[in-house]
Structures are given as C-alpha cells and as structure tokens.
C-alpha cells in the first residue's frame, strides 16, 4: 500500500504562482495531478511516468503547469503559473506502478486526500 500526501495549496491572486508537492511513502511508477471543483466531476490535470520523460498535460493547463518528479524523493510537483479562476479545485495526487501513461482517473490505484487551491480575481 501506498499513502500520498499532498501539500502547498493555498489562496493566490490571479496571476500569481503556487507549486504542489506529493510525497510518496513507497515506489511508484505512473504519478499525476487531477482536480475537483465544486459541483464538477474530478479531471485530469497532468501525468508524468516513472522516469519524467512522458508528460502530459489538459489543454486548459498547456503552458502554464509543469509537472516534475524526483525520484530519490519519491515526491511529484505540480508548478502552477499564471494561475486563474477557473483553476479553483481541490488538487488530488494520483499514483499507480502501472508503467503506461493514463489520464483516466480509474487507471490510479493510489489517491491522497486532496489540497485547496483557491484563485482569487
């Protein structure tokens, strides 16, 4: 079994910067970043695979959010710029030690409990 826990979300002006941490207690493979809105279905934010040289990311979040991982850390980031509105949503880490890229929220075996972000205009 393994436990995520998210961490750095907070309250941001539009326009400004927060960056996401995810520490793993064991090994993984696939990492990502989904996030839930109130009153939408949870998404798909970004992935990265086991040795950071896949990324993907949603076409909302395209030049604005990296994801990162280090490995010797068994943490993920999530750097997030030029933040908006719309970015709003509890930021939920995924892991699963599956070696294929997915962006289906089912294909993540592993969840952490999720983490604020709030985007003020």
């Known amino acids: 079994q393994v436990q995520l826990v998210e961490s750095g979300g907070g309250l941001v002006q539009a326009g400004g910067s927060l960056r996401l941490s995810c520490a793993a207690s064991?090994?993984?493979?696939?990492m990502a970043w989904f996030r839930q809105a109130p009153g939408k279905e949870r998404e798909f934010v970004a992935a990265i695979n086991w040795n950071g040289g896949t990324l993907h990311y949603a076409d909302s979040v395209k030049g604005r959010f990296t994801i990162s991982r280090d490995n010797a850390k068994n943490t993920v980031y999530l750097q997030m710029n030029s933040l908006k509105s719309e970015d709003t949503a509890v930021y939920y880490c995924?892991?699963?030690?599956?070696?294929?890229?997915?962006?289906?929220?089912?294909?993540?075996?592993?969840w952490g409990q999720g983490t604020q972000v709030t985007v003020s205009s």
């Open positions: 064991g090994r993984t493979f696939l």
């Open positions: 995924a892991a699963d030690r599956s070696l294929a890229m997915s962006f289906e929220r089912y294909e993540y075996t592993y």
